[in-house]
């Protein structure tokens, strides 16, 4: 079982940045992801990285703004979050999945352990 525990939302105005962290055991994990969901909407990929190479992706509505990251000896992994917008206001959900498979990083439903989820409002 892998227990994930996010951390680090707020409310926050344009412009500004957060960094969301997201603990926990990853034996056995090969991809973490960040998704958000935002009211009235479907749960979105935001980012992803493999759990040991280190390989990135991210949806374009974030590139170049958002940066994941990963601590492995800490099991600690990261978002920073950088001239947000109000449009970036959702819950974010830390995400890990047993399937090495790079090609399903961006399906939510492939993911086997979900945070419960830490806020974040951008205020305009």
């Known amino acids: 079982q892998v227990l994930l525990v996010e951390s680090g939302g707020g409310l926050v105005q344009a412009g500004d940045s957060l960094r969301l962290s997201c603990a926990g055991r990853t034996n056995g994990i090969y991809i973490m992801g960040w998704f958000r969901q935002a009211p009235g909407k479907e749960r979105e990929f935001v980012a992803a990285?493999?759990?040991?190479?280190?390989?990135?992706d991210y949806a374009d509505s974030v590139k170049g703004r958002f940066t994941i990251s990963r601590d492995n000896p800490k099991n600690m992994l990261y978002l920073l979050l950088n001239s947000l917008k109000p449009e970036d206001t959702a819950v974010y959900y830390c995400?890990?999945?047993?399937?090495?498979?790079?090609?399903?990083?961006?399906?939510?439903?492939?993911?086997?352990?979900w945070g419960q989820g830490t806020q974040v409002t951008v205020s305009s």
């Open positions: 995400a890990a999945a047993r399937n090495p498979n790079w090609g399903i990083r961006h399906v939510a439903a492939l993911y086997n352990y």
């Open positions: 990285m493999t759990w040991s190479a280190g390989t990135t």
